[in-house]
């Protein structure tokens, strides 16, 4: 098969579970904060890739599935700009 | 896998068609018993479903400002007590905002125009269509109970920490009621999408789409990504309040204005929800009204989808004075600013298309021009509220108010009217009287301004909103406004009589009255179940008027 | 795949990817729900930062990666049915052991729930809870209520699943031409698991 089998698929998301996990261990703040959603974002994306039929589906498809990330980028990205801001002189 | 063209084109009996012989002759006829109507799955009779409530809720919600203007009419406040004039005032803002405007032409003449637009027979998904109509109905049993139970005295924006711990009424209930709307909001838009996506006919290119589809696809982008942060939010207040499960509680370290961000992000592109399809309408009627090709199709198409966009970065202007920081302040002013951007090519667009047009002043014209007038006033008002500085000194006042309601009520509704009076030959097939159309489309405008005009001067004196009891010498232009809004009810009563008595007197309308270009106009009127005997074939652009050059023989 | 075509449609290939595009906005909308959640966290973040993380180090980190695990696998097994039913086959058994995961989930949901009402950090309505700084309520306030709400969607997800094993035993999908009810049945477990995907180290493993 051209492409991982799902099962393939499922073990390496065992295995960001682990670094995930591991990862929480070691890393704090800020820096474990991003690994922590990159590695969810990155087992997410091999999900909606794999699972969810992106892999095979037409451009409007993936559009529809992953268009709605734009807007939740914006809503965490302005109202974490005001709080970031407040306060300042 | 075999490719099979269906239904058969030649052949009638094929079950992509309509079966009976009633249901090819038109959508009315097809079966007459209440079953027929209350199980179909035809775009156009659910339709006519969403024209029956939405039009109920407005006069509950006209009943709800009958009483408010009624009470303005004393400086004493002297009709309702405080708590029954926070409960007319937020009653009115619920049921017109979820009740009327959101669903009011986009599920209508949305469900109604969309596939007949676009060569299509019927949405995507008929039966989740249908399914919308009875969540928003059971959403609509759950406001009546509010009503019944005692109402709520919130304001339709429910901010908390009021909302969650100090308010009486039905808070919880009002807001599942509000959430349970939003799932019809949700389910309608992804329909639209996936019908403007997916079934188109031949030759019904994007730059073929008439400008009214492009509106109503550009709104459900909003329905379907806006309305769940709201559906969440409420959520979370009825968490609070039910089960002392505070997120936004200051007590536990959160922060009320969270909740005003998370409500805004909804409510204002909720507001070009309302708009969006008005631009839509006001497109088809100026087209049709001057007979000339739209000026700029691509940038009136193109001006739809960027204020749905924008509309999603703007949320943080209703904030000004609530305690965000001004670095945020002054970015959500500038971006509010250029939302005149895409609305002013519209105003522009629809000028120059009624420039040199050969006009008729048939009613649907008559409230397309009321809405561009009403819709420069309320648009430029809204430049000055976007502007930080001057915000802060009019912010909840009645300046603010007015502007709202010039949007709104002077616009969405007048669109809302300007449609009714333009697709009535087609949705019924009977013509009404014109004369007494002009009438109220006249009355309706004079109507509008006496009632809100005088809320600006009230708003720039400094009249806030949400108070009945006021000092004496604003009484002066409260009592302008509650005249006005007496012209304006009764006006809004005049077409349910000339348009009801249209449908058993009326002359039949002939497919197309107004002799315009469209597809809907192409079929029989009203429409048969089928939309189209056969699937059309568009071979050209759309608003393909004849224009009449120099030099032309009868020019 | 020559899936049977109903109106409105005029081609297989049409309808199909309509259902599939339909479900797909269905899902961004699930996911703009969630986002809300999602914003919550973050402001108690970047407000809170050492009251959340103190918060997050009491939760029972292991159960949640065992519950992680047990919705991955479900995913796939659910991702194989329905492999399985595009090319025709019915694959039942596949399909009851992956609900059998999902009820596995909620059952440890259920004892972990048991345990913080135990510690006194549940704030369940009438529960005695002791928190020793305000915006720890406000973190466990908030993920009750995302785990309870990913815990409704998980089991509506349960019930679409239960039907169509139900209608894959008894034969009453034909497949592959029905296979599209499948597939977005599929879609629905799989965001389900991706929002738990995200719940996890927002909630358990803030350090």
Known sequence: MRTASPVVVWIVLLALLGLTLAASFVLSGMIGLTVALAVASVKSGLVFWR???LREASGLLRIAALGALFWVFVLLAFVTADYLTRGLA | MTLQERPDRENLADTGLSETPAERVSYLRAGHTLKSWLLTTDHKRIAILYLISITFFFFVGGAAAALVRLDLLTPAGDLLSNEGYNRAFTLHGVIMVWFFLIPSIPNTFGNFLLPLMIGARDLAFPRLNLLSWYIFMLAGLLTLAVLILGGVDTGWTFYTPLSSMFAHGQVVLAATAVFVAGFSSILTGLNFIVTVHKLRCPGMTWGRLPLFVWSIYATSLILVLATPVLSITLALIAAERLFGLGVFDPAVGGDPLL??????????PAVYIMVLPALGVVSELVAAAARKPIFGYAFVAGSSMAIAVLGFFVWGHHMFV???SMYASAVFSFLSIAVAIPSGVKVYNWTATLYKGHISLDPPFLFAMAFIGLFVVGGLTGLILAMLAVDVHVHDTYFVVAHFHYIM?????????GALHFWWPKMFGRRYSLVWGRLSALLIFLGFNLTFFPQFLLGYLGMPRRYHVYPPEFQVLHVLSSAGAGILGLAYLMPFAYLFYALRYGPPAGDNPWGVTGLEWQTRSPPPKHNFDAVPVVD?????YHVEMEGDEDG | MADRVREPYA?????????MMGMYIFLASETMLFSGLFLVALHLRLEHAPEVVAASRQMHYFIGAANTALLLTSSLLVALAVEAAREGRARPAVLATAILLGLGFLALKA???RMEYAEGILPLPGAVTEFSSPARHAFMNLYLIATALHAVHLSIGLGLLATLAVRLLRGTLPLPERSIVMVNAGLYWHLVDVIWIFLYPVFYLAR
């Open chain 1, 51 to 53: 699972y969810m039929h």
């Open chain 2, 259 to 268: 909740y005003q961000h998370l409500f805004w992000f909804y409510s204002h």
């Open chain 2, 322 to 324: 609530s305690g965000q």
């Open chain 2, 409 to 417: 009520v002077g616009g969405a509704v007048s669109a809302f009217f």
């Open chain 2, 540 to 544: 050209g652009p759309p608003y393909d």
């Open chain 3, 11 to 19: 081609a297989p290939g049409q309808q199909r990817e309509a259902a």
């Open chain 3, 111 to 113: 004892v972990e729930y």
